[in-house]
């Protein structure tokens, strides 16, 4: 059965390429790739794929958010509980609890200390009272939280998606944008988040805990947080909006049609930024097989070559608008090997701090149900997603 | 301090050690123990020697000791039954523990272990548990039930579980409900019948409050279920939509696309004027373009859904063209999907961009991909007609890549668009020529020779070329190997004067060398066609074909309309119905779209039929040449009607049956206009020698077909006296190693019975008649509808004065002359009286439909009875619909006007169906097999003109036949069907 999955593997030559969804004789075999590892559930019956690959996603989140990283060492370290977690989050084919908070109530999280104490007091990490997240109307979040200090956080981030095509011109672009929140309150608050220009956001989705009735009428964010981190919304500013391009890139690479090797001329120059400085540049290439090696100089930053992966790696750092990078030389080309025939594409890499680049602006966040004054904070960021630029 | 540790004790005696570890009086070595064991039962070894050890640490209030206890049970329990029975008593204590925790947690743990002996155990527990007063108990009960009917179906039912679940669907906490709901569609998906989700507008009240407020879990079981709902009205139907739609904005994909089902279906029923039609329309695009920024399994899945939506519903996605492009780094399967829907999506507004994105698409690494997207930039060019040509141009500048497989890919899909647009690109036949040598690959290969043999009087060097794949015939792929030989026939027919030989010898590589039958056929065919008449074949060979169609590879309408329904199913993924490959669903119902509102419409009108366009074509009386070989195409060469010709399939007898089209028979089928020869041919002896053909009527038999061969005098004898124009081919190979084929041939066309008609019945007993009998039955001879009937004199005197009457009737029978009754009827004397019936009578609707009441006169009085005839007596000759015509009444007819029933029992093959129903005028239109399932396409048509539109479906080795009726006069359904059932059963 599992066979099935490697000899897909196998088949597909990158384990990323393996199809979520595989057919053996007798069973259906739904995976996911991540972290180099395999999640895979096998169905006998018909089931909705979507459920499955969501909640896979969710069990290696869960990993994640116990274990701090989600590794073979790590499962292998914790498989007492990672199956007391798997126990508690699925029956018998049905989703339990898949609430970070829900569980870390009734399994805690492993820490060096609670280990070292549990070791010497015979205690156990398993919590012996029913989680009060269960089946409230609110099962994101526990009732008695408390903190000294009270704090919300949240990061406005979006990526740009975007292809460029030789001469420039955006083929297509668009934003997904999400709202991170770091939320830590006393209490049962309620917020409210409204923005300066909530036009920009109609196509969302939401956490659970978001009244959608409220901002269906007033377009406004009212919700009661679940402690923690948490993701409270996402976003996605369609290609038919117009997209702002932060950088532009004009490259050059060519290979001779005889003669074996390329030349390679790129320069990166900013374009939309609004003022903001551009950061974390960084340009891959994947280059053709028959490139041997690359000798290159750039006027800022490093470039490595991996010679087994042939990816080119330039890694800029800031762009200075008035000195702008650029990475030029040739490209040794395997002798008697045939001009290659696909055209490799540039990624780009980039963020710029305090800046949404859809113009998306918090205006103000009230809280409501308690009686303290908590920190509040908004970060922006904008890095490229997607970014692609053809040659 | 990791839990690692306990994978590396591999020393020996380890067993002996963790035995005495679990017997120790410390809890902590206990707990240490444990969870050596689960490690090790993790990494598969057998610790099943330890059970009884590990089942006394079962006892503790320590949880977590408590849980891995129970993990180990559930894997062992059903290796050692006896003594898991230890622990149920342990179980039963647990399931009244104050602490609502660890009662769920035995329930739970119960259900899991599937052992007979404990489920007896488990029922008195489940019951309480179901009752708890803790909503987390019950919600946990409920899922217990699904396991446990999946263990014992039978105790469940006689428990009363069954309904103390749909009790819990109105229960006050929402996470209940929606596991009730769960644990309901899981036990329904096995018994299809069982109508346990009885769903009325009460209960899709409760669950749509509980929707709101239950877990995202919840809600996707909850969704699916209402998804089974068939609203009452389209106001019904909207305000479920309404209460549906926010869920289109959850983070979880998998609620958003249960929603998109939902939404799907129902909006079926909203009337297309209505405002909130639109804005559903509108708020359906967002949240489907959200889903490709998610996580590329999760893409993948909503791809292969959202091909199924912009098939039903094109307008939702038709400006979003721009998510699909595919970005580099999408793993394969997610830009094969892009690609798919890309093309879908195409039109005359963003073809340039389309293209664009095809073209630098086709200079990519991947070679799956770059293939693709080759074919794509074809598919555009037959989809969209503006942009034909800069499509071919862009083939052009990709074929002088000369990347080998871009070639070769190219010059398949270049054969498409000239079958799409023919004389028009033909001048780049040249640059296709020069690349000639680097196909290596079959289907690029009959590509370039179908293209080379159609346009062979415009290559000079046609015979050439040609003849350069003679040379290896036999190393060849079949499909090449067909295409050769009907190019090599094209070429002759136009060029015959420097081609003999060359046909010559590729008929007798064909017939003669090869051990493919469908080789071997094809050549005969040829052979006989052209030394019989070359004129003949000429005509057939040559002749025009039909356009293909833009739609290919579309899902065909009742699969599509089926699959939005299991919208985010696997079977959304497959393209599949569920029955055709989930494993264990007895039985799984069709799923249908509900009709539309407001189409209620269906008055009897005769001339709503003809108004679908069908052609009048007055019967034939001599059956044409296009007539024996619609015949032989009617066997099972008939291609699906929605799909259009090439690509060439690659299993041997499709393929033959492919290719025969593509050489030129397709043109017949094309424009068959006529009604079907073979009920003709029996009635018409002075059908002409057509081919091979012997004029003999109903006796026609694969026997009779064979000696008519061989009387042909071995073949020789046609090529020793060739007509003047067949001088040209002067065959003379011996012919009789492929008689045997032609037998097969013959045997595979078998001879549809003539129209069916019931036995007689009693319809007027001596008793009520004075005397009289009659019994009497109804029968459709040459097209004339008879009513048969035997009269019986019981009575001591002499009857005379015969004479009859119909009442009105709902198709207007009326006798056609007067009752023939010559002689008068002496005492225990019976006679036989056929009476010819006529259509034009008065008509009035019966009840049944089909009821007909008779007045029979005599000298002693009048006799009223009424009887019914079978409806396939007014099946006219001509109810053959073109297939075009077909398609559009199919698409064109309201679902609700749909009926469907079941024939069970019928064990016959489709086609031996599709004969015998053509024996009495019901015609198979077209037939495609999809997964083992035969669905024919058939048309009928009344004596009033009502057209009947059928698809009969027979899965091999199911004796239950499907049949689904649209007409547009709904009521004439049911005496269709059961003409359909007489018919097949007879």
């Known amino acids: 059965m599992i066979h099935s999955l490697f000899l897909a593997k ?8 393996v199809a979520p969804v595989l057919q053996t004789p007798h069973h259906y075999l739904i995976s996911i790739y991540r972290d180099k590892l395999f999640f895979v559930s096998v169905t006998q019956t018909e089931v909705p794929p979507l459920f499955v690959i969501e909640f896979l996603h969710r069990v290696a989140d869960t990993f994640q958010d116990y274990f701090g990283e989600c590794s073979e060492s790590v499962i292998k370290d914790n498989t007492v509980t990672v199956y007391e977690l798997l126990e508690e989050m699925l029956d018998n084919g049905f989703p339990l609890a898949t609430e970070s908070n829900v569980l870390k109530e009734m399994i805690r999280p492993p820490t060096i200390l609670r280990s070292v104490v549990n070791t010497l007091t015979g205690g156990s990490n398993v919590g012996g009272t029913l989680p009060t997240g269960q089946l409230s109307n609110v099962p994101w979040r526990r009732v008695g939280v408390k903190y000294t200090n009270n704090e919300a956080y949240f990061d406005v981030i979006e990526e740009i998606d975007a292809i460029l095509d030789k001469s420039g011109t955006t083929v297509f672009a668009e934003i997904q944008g999400v709202i991170e929140a770091c939320v830590k309150l006393s209490g049962m608050p309620d917020l409210t988040l409204s923005f300066m220009n909530p036009r920009l956001l109609d196509d969302v989705s939401f956490h659970p805990c978001v009244r959608f009735k409220r901002w269906e009428s007033e377009r406004v964010l009212s919700f009661i947080p679940p402690d923690g981190n948490f993701r409270l919304l996402s976003y996605h500013v369609s290609s038919q909006n117009l997209v702002a391009i932060p950088v532009y890139v004009k490259q050059n690479i060519s290979f001779l049609e005889t003669g074996s090797c390329g030349r390679l001329d790129i320069t990166i120059g900013p374009k939309q930024t609004m003022g903001k400085m551009v950061e974390s540049l960084m340009v891959t290439i994947p280059m053709p097989k028959s490139v041997l090696n690359v000798n290159l100089i750039a006027t800022q930053g490093t470039y490595t070559f991996d010679l087994s992966t042939k990816v080119l790696l330039w890694d800029i750092g800031k762009l200075n608008p008035q000195k702008l990078p650029n990475l030029r030389g040739s490209l040794s080309v395997q002798p008697g090997a045939p001009k290659p025939e696909e055209n490799p594409s540039i990624n780009i890499d980039l963020k710029i701090q305090q800046l949404a680049i859809s113009g998306l602006k918090v205006s103000r966040l009230d809280m409501y149900g308690e009686k303290y004054k908590p920190f509040k904070g908004v970060k922006y960021v904008t890095k490229a997603g997607k970014f692609q630029v053809r040659t | 301090m990791t ?28 707990k240490e123990a444990v969870k050596k064991v689960i490690a090790s039962m993790t990494v598969g070894k057998d610790v099943s020697a330890l059970f009884p050890d590990v089942v006394n640490c079962m006892q503790t209030d320590n949880l977590e000791l408590k849980k891995l206890v129970y993990l180990y049970l559930m894997n062992y329990a059903k290796s050692q039954p006896d003594m898991a029975i230890m622990a149920v008593n342990t179980f039963v204590k647990d399931c009244e523990d104050p602490n609502p925790l660890i009662r769920a947690l035995a329930v739970r743990t119960m259900g899991c272990i599937r052992v007979d002996k404990i489920t007896e155990y488990l029922c008195e527990p489940l019951r309480k548990c179901l009752k708890d007063e803790d909503p987390y108990v019950r919600k946990t009960a409920a899922v217990c039930v699904a396991k446990l009917h999946d263990i014992n179906a039978q105790l469940v039912e006689d428990q009363g579980f069954l309904d103390t679940l749909k009790d819990l669907i109105s229960d006050s906490n929402p996470m209940v409900v929606a596991n009730a709901v769960a644990a309901l569609s899981e036990i329904a998906e096995s018994h299809p019948n069982s109508n346990l989700l009885d769903l009325n507008p009460q209960t899709i009240n409760k669950l749509l409050t509980a929707l709101n407020e239950c877990t995202e879990w919840g809600q996707i079981f909850i969704l699916d279920c209402l998804a089974n709902y068939t609203p009452r009205d389209d106001r019904e139907s909207q305000s479920i939509c309404e209460r549906v739609t926010p869920r289109l904005s959850h983070a979880n994909s998998a609620v958003v696309l249960s929603a998109v089902k939902v939404l799907m279906k129902f909006m079926e029923m909203l009337p297309k004027d209505l405002d909130y039609y639109g804005t559903l329309l509108k708020k359906l695009a967002p949240p489907l373009v959200t889903l490709l920024s998610a996580e590329p399994e999760l893409q993948y899945v909503a791809l292969r859904n959202i091909n199924l939506i912009v098939q039903r519903r094109p307008e939702i996605l038709k400006h979003e063209m721009k998510v699909f492009f595919v970005k580099y780094n999408d793993p394969i399967y997610v830009k094969l999907e892009k690609l798919d829907i890309m093309i879908r999506l195409a039109s005359q507004a963003n073809i340039a961009q389309v293209l664009a994105e095809l073209k630098e698409y086709a200079t990519e690494v991947d070679v799956d991909f770059v293939r693709k997207a080759v074919r794509a930039i074809g598919r555009c060019a037959i989809k969209v007609e503006q942009s034909a040509e800069r499509c071919v141009s862009t083939l052009l500048d990709l074929i002088q890549t000369k990347v080998n497989y871009v070639v070769q890919e190219a010059i398949v899909v270049i054969k498409d668009i000239f079958r799409k647009y023919p004389n028009k690109y033909e001048s780049v036949i040249a640059t296709l020529c020069e690349n000639l040598d680097s196909l290596d690959e079959p289907e690029a290969r009959a590509a370039m020779i179908w293209i080379v043999g159609e346009y062979a009087e415009r290559i000079d060097n046609a015979d050439e070329l040609l003849e350069s794949f003679l040379e290896g015939f036999h190393d060849e792929s079949t499909q090449v190997q067909l295409q050769l030989l009907t190019a090599i026939v094209k070429l002759f027919l136009k060029k015959p004067t420097e081609t003999q030989e060359l046909v010559q010898q590729v008929l007798s590589l064909a017939t003669q060398d090869s051990d493919n039958p469908d080789l071997r056929d094809r050549g005969y065919i040829y052979w006989r066609l052209l030394s019989t008449d070359p004129v003949a074949a000429k005509e057939v060979v040559l002749a025009e074909k039909p356009l293909i169609s833009e739609e290919t590879d579309l899902i065909e309408p009742t699969l599509l309309e089926e699959l939005i329904c299991h919208i985010g199913t696997l079977a959304s ?47 034939a009386v001599i059956p044409s040449q296009g007539d024996l070989l619609g015949d032989l195409l009617n066997l099972d060469l008939t291609p699906p009607a929605t799909t259009g010709p090439p690509p060439p399939a690659t299993s041997g007898l499709q393929l033959g ?78 012919v009789s190693g492929g008689l045997d084929d032609l037998f097969d041939l013959g045997g595979g066309v078998g001879m549809p019975m003539g129209a069916y008609s019931p036995p007689k019945t009693v319809w007027l007993p001596a008793m009520k008649g004075k005397g009289l009998e009659i019994s009497g039955t109804f029968a459709r001879r040459a097209g004339v509808i008879q009513m048969e009937m035997t009269l019986t004199n019981k009575a001591m005197s002499v009857m005379t004065d015969f004479a009859i009457q119909f009442n009105r009737n709902s198709f207007g029978l009326a006798p056609a002359g007067p009752l023939q009754v010559l002689t008068p009827l002496s005492p225990n004397q019976s006679i036989e009286v056929a009476l010819p019936l006529s259509t034009v009578g008065p008509v009035m609707k019966m009840d049944p ?129 059961q003409s359909y059932e007489a018919v097949l059963k007879n």
């Not at chain 2, 419409?601 to 074509?617: H, I, L, N, Q």
């Not at chain 2, 004596?943 to 689904?964: D, H, K, M, Y």
């Open chain 1, 10 to 17: 196998e088949k597909a030559g990158d384990p990323e390429n």
């Open chain 2, 573 to 619: 993924v497959y393209h599949k119905p569920p029955s055709a490959f989930v494993e264990g669903s007895r039985g799984v119902q069709h799923k249908r779209l509900p009709g539309s509102a407001g189409s209620g419409e269906s008055v009897e009108s005769p001339d709503t039929g003809s108004a679908a366009g069908a052609s009048d074509a007055p019967p």
């Open chain 2, 849 to 977: 439909l089909n009821n007909l009441q008779v007045a029979v006169k005599n000298n002693i009085d009048v006799f009223y009875f009424s009887c019914q005839y079978p409806i396939s007596m007014l099946f006219v000759e001509d109810g053959k619909m073109e297939r075009q015509v077909f398609l559009a009444t199919w698409k064109d007819i309201p679902n609700d006007s749909e009926a469907q029933f079941q024939i069970a029992d019928c064990r016959l093959s489709s086609d031996a169906a599709s004969n015998k129903l053509q024996g009495s005028n019901i015609f198979t239109i077209a037939k495609r097999t999809v997964d083992g399932q035969d669905m024919l396409y058939q048309s009928t048509k009344l004596s009033n003109g009502i057209w009947v539109l059928a698809e009969l479906r027979v899965q091999t080795g199911n004796p239950n036949f499907t049949v689904c009726l649209k007409c547009r006069a709904p009521e004439v359904a049911q005496c269709v069907f």
């Open chain 2, 3 to 30: 839990d690692s540790k306990y994978f590396t004790t591999t020393k020996k005696g380890e067993i002996f050690e963790l035995k005495a570890e679990l017997n120790s009086d410390k809890k902590e070595k206990k």
């Open chain 2, 657 to 734: 049956a492919m290719d025969l089209l593509g050489g030129g028979l397709d043109s017949l089928m094309g424009d068959e206009s006529e009604p079907p020869p073979i009920p003709l041919r029996t009635d018409t002896p002075q059908s002409p020698q057509v081919l091979h053909q012997s004029p003999s009527p109903p006796d026609y038999s694969p026997t009779e077909l064979g000696g008519d061969l061989g009387g042909s005098s071995a073949m020789g004898a046609g090529f020793g006296a060739p007509p003047p124009a067949a001088a040209a081919a002067p065959f003379s190979a011996p």
